[in-house]
Structures are given as C-alpha cells and as structure tokens.
C-alpha cells in the first residue's frame, strides 16, 4: 500500500488527527500537516530524500493540545528523536503513529532517502584552520596537540553568527526556557557570541541527548561541525554513563539521582 | 553523579583544547590542611599553564559591538 493510501486510511479511521509529512511547492519538499479538512492535498504528499525535524512539529502540537493524535513520517532519525521524546515526557507513544520510510541503505533495501549521505565537503582553508567535517574524533585528539585543537575549535565558532538556526532545527531542543536566549548568560547583541562559552553550553546540553541526526549541521550556515562536536559529546556519555540517546525507552542518566559509581577522581597532574 | 558530570566537562574541556583546568576533589570542612594542600597544588597548576587562553584567542577576533557597548548591556535595555 503506498503512502497516500495508508495516511487517508489513518485520517478516515480516525487513528490520527493530524498527519505530518511533506508536500511539494514549486519544486521544494516543505513540512505540511494533512488532515481530515485538506484531504485534497494529500496527493501532494511526498517522500522525498528531503528531512526536517517533524517530531519538533508534534512537540509544539502537543504543547498546545496534550490529546492530539499525530502520524508522522519517520526515518531512523526521526524514530530516535520521537524514543527520546517519549524518555523526556514531551510526546505519548500511544498518541503518535510513526509510518516508516526508506532509509539508510540496508540489506532490505537497496537504495536510500536521506540528505545526509552525500558526505559534506571540506575546503582547504578550513581543513587548515579549523575542522574536517568527516574527521574521525580520535584522529582529531591524536593529530592536534591542546593549543592547536583550541585554535581549531576557536576559529570554527568565531565564524557563528548567532542565527539559533540549530537550535530551532533541532527534534530535541524544548527547554521553554533556553539558557542560550537568557541575557544573563549570552549577551544579546554581540557578535559572534561568546565563544567557546556559547557553543559549550549547547554541547553539554546535547551530552545525552544528541540523537545524531545532523539537522543542526545542515542548517548551519557558517558552518560549523555541529554533529562533530555532539557526536564526541556523546561518546564521552557512553563512556562515563553508559547510555545512548534515542536507542531504547531507558531514561536518561541526567534525570536519576543516585545509582552507583566506580570513577575515581581525576589526579591533579592527568 | 558530581563525578560523572565533571568527568564529561572534563573530557569536553580536553576536546576542546582546555585541559587540566578542572579539578575535583572531596574535602570534607574538618580537612583544613587537605583543603590549604589541594587549593595550592591547583593554584601552582593553574599559573604554570598560565592565562587562559580564551581571552588572548576572542581579541583576535573583531567584534561589533564590542569594547564599552558590549560592558553596557545597551542592546539588553533596548530589547
């Protein structure tokens, strides 16, 4: 059964109050929410290798209207962020009905739908002064000695222009308050912010969060390796906390009090 | 917990090129000499690795508004 067919069925039986997907304007794929008044539209429904963070889409629905039924078109990504979400008490599995799409490319299937697989590329300068998109992170520690990965670090985030843009991507940001718009700590006005402050405090927010879909990387337009800096940030949870974000229904080890720990504290001279 | 979370900031700060600038240890209020000891190793520590180098690395970079605007809080007031 194709896709049309299934979310008018979903629609008509009255399983879902509201389908997100993507329609096609003028030659762009654009988030659109179907429902029972616009069945018209529905042959506009397109799955195309375009993605957006739908699940941030039922996070505000919901916000609004706690009971609402959501279908929603879902590749692994999305299926990660909508687990954590579900961890993180902003969405109800039972009111969120994920229809999944092609993907990555896998045994089942053959081709894939994704923007992400064509990898970025990096330009000289950048790979000189700052950071290789596709660098592997231990490579990273190992070819940079502490100053120079600090210069590198620096000059990636003094290109910030403080847009939010991945932020606003992002499935799992949804603080009501965001420390990054708090004028006690990031001082409006100023450009870039204050670095690495500002990109730090995103990062420690994403520790064990970060579901590793690389919207926020996407979106950047100064970019800055975004997915980089939170995919070594959860690798360092995996380490301390043993936890992956958006992989199962576990609880995140930020929300638990307690529990045992073998660390010792660090020497001073390590 | 304090552990593991200063374990992470630890392990972000090293990745970032900020190593050895986060120190945590237990002292309990009647461990004075321990206290005076570990608050002067750091000390010792922190000035062999000398200023931080953020400060340097951000005057580099030109900024607008910078300087006196910056201090003043103006665009907070006016938003």
Redesign the interface.
Known sequence: MNITKQVEQLLKQGDVDIFLAYRELDGHMIPHGYTLDNLEELPSLKVSQHRYSLEKVATHLTEKKPDIKIGIVARDCNQRALNLLYTWNQLQPENITPIMVNCCPSQTRTHSDCTYLDPKSTGAFKEEHGINFNED?GNF?DN???????????YEF?KCIKCYGCRNICPVCFCPDCSLEN?DLV??????P???IFH?VR??HM?GRCIDCGLCEDACPAEIPLRFLYR??NR??S???DYTPGVGLEKS?FTV???E?T????P??? | MTIKRITFVQEMLKFMGLEGRLHLEWISSAEAQKFARVVTEFTDKITHLGPSPIAKATRLIPMEPYGEKRRKHEYHKAG
Not at chain 1, 263 to 266: G, Q, S, T
């Open positions: 992170p520690m940079n000695d502490n100053s120079q990965r600090f210069s590198r670090w620096m003094s004028p001082e409006p006005g100023a450009l870039p204050e670095i690495p730090l990062a420690t520790a070594e940030m360092i949870v380490d301390v906390f080890p009090i307690g529990g720990v660390l010792e504290p660090k001073m001279d390590a």
